[in-house]
Nanobody, 115 residues
Framework: QVQLVESGGGLVQPGGSLRLSCAAS????????MGWYRQAPGKQRELVATITSGGMTNYVDSVKGRFTISRDNAKNTVYLQMDSLKTEDTAVYYC?????????WGQGTQVTVSS
């Protein structure tokens, strides 16, 4: 059974930092492209960042220079380091794993940026 479990969300002031983690089980983690998506209230889910099995990364323009995605294949975990957070980063953040016909999602973790 595939499980993706996110953690690290919370309440932070503008300009602050958070690090999200996503621990995967039930998959051969190193084969999967991993991603972080987010969904704000009343908006569609959007891609935030992805990292391929080979470590290549991609970011949505709004987070470039502020967020960093990374992976530790030994720990079956993908991370999202979020710095210089803005109020518009407030959303539920979801972890995603993709490989061939496999496409899995975590339950999400809430990130709230507010003073």
């Amino acid at each position: 059974q595939v499980q993706l479990v996110e953690s690290g969300g919370g309440l932070v002031q503008p300009g602050g930092s958070l690090r999200l983690s996503c621990a995967a089980s039930g998959i051969i983690f190193g084969r999967y492209a991993m991603g972080w998506y987010r969904q704000a209230p009343g908006k569609q889910r959007e891609l935030v960042a992805t990292i391929t099995s080979g470590g290549m990364t991609n970011y949505v323009d709004s987070v470039k220079g502020r967020f960093t995605i990374s992976r530790d294949n030994a720990k079956n975990t993908v991370y999202l380091q979020m710095d210089s957070l803005k109020t518009e980063d407030t959303a539920v953040y979801y972890c995603n794993a993709k490989f061939r016909y496999g496409d899995y999602w975590g339950q999400g973790t809430q990130v709230t940026v507010s003073s």
